[in-house]
Structures are given as structure tokens and as C-alpha cells.
């Protein structure tokens, strides 16, 4: 069994930085690929980024990319994500999930096997 627990949302201005951290406990958690999705209101869940178990390996959305930073560290038992240039339409609820399928860029929430209960990050002036 593993449990996620998300950390660190809040307001933001556009333009601004905000990083939002996820909590891991579980047997094997190390062995799990990580990622996060984000859901805005009335819109389906979406990918946001995801780091495979070794950490060598991370995968964006293409809206994020050279924006958002997946890293994670083992020996805390913690993932963080680093938002940067943050836009309106990035306000959402950021959810970490964990799955042990291998990481990629086209993974779907129905991939993910463990979920957090969800931080909302709101970007406006």
C-alpha cells in the first residue's frame, strides 16, 4: 500500500514560482514511478509530469516544458514540483500519483494506481 500526501499549494501572480511537494509512505514507494496530474474545474485530470523510479527519466506535458521541474528523493520519501512562469491556465488541484508502470509522456490518469488527496494552486493578479 502506498500513501501520497501533497503539500505546498497556495495563490500565485502569473509570472510568479510556487512549488508543491508529495509525501510518499509505503513498502517498495522507491520502486514506483511518480507524476503529476491537475485537474481545473470542469476539465478531465491531465498529465502534468512524471520522474521514473531511478530518477533518471522525466517526461512533460508539452504546456509545462521548460517551466516545471519533477525530482524526487528517495531518501526523504518526498517528490517536489517546481513551477516557474506561472500562467492563469496552470490553476488547478495538482494531485501526485504513483504507479508501477514505467514512466512516460503519454500516461493517462487510469495509469496511475495510488493517488493523493490534491493541492489547489490558483495563478491570478
Known amino acids: ?19 508543491v511537494s508529495c509525501t510518499t509512505v509505503g513498502d517498495y514507494v522507491t520502486s514506483y514511478t511518480i507524476a503529476w496530474f491537475r485537474q481545473a474545474p470542469g476539465k478531465e485530470r491531465e498529465f502534468v509530469a ?22 524526487r528523493d528517495n531518501a526523504k520519501n518526498t517528490m517536489l514540483l ?8 496552470d490553476t488547478a488541484v495538482y494531485y501526485c500519483a504513483a504507479t508501477i508502470k514505467p514512466a512516460s509522456s503519454t500516461m493517462h490518469y487510469s495509469d496511475m494506481d495510488y493517488w493523493g488527496k490534491g493541492t489547489l494552486v490558483t495563478v491570478s493578479s
Open 82 to 89: 517546481e513551477m516557474n512562469s506561472l500562467k492563469p491556465e
Open 50 to 71: 512524471a520522474l521514473s523510479w531511478s530518477g533518471t527519466s522525466t517526461y512533460y506535458r508539452d504546456s509545462v516544458k521548460g517551466r516545471f521541474t519533477i525530482s
Open 1 to 19: 500500500q502506498v500513501q501520497l500526501v501533497e503539500s505546498g499549494g497556495g495563490l500565485v501572480q502569473p509570472g510568479g514560482s510556487l512549488n
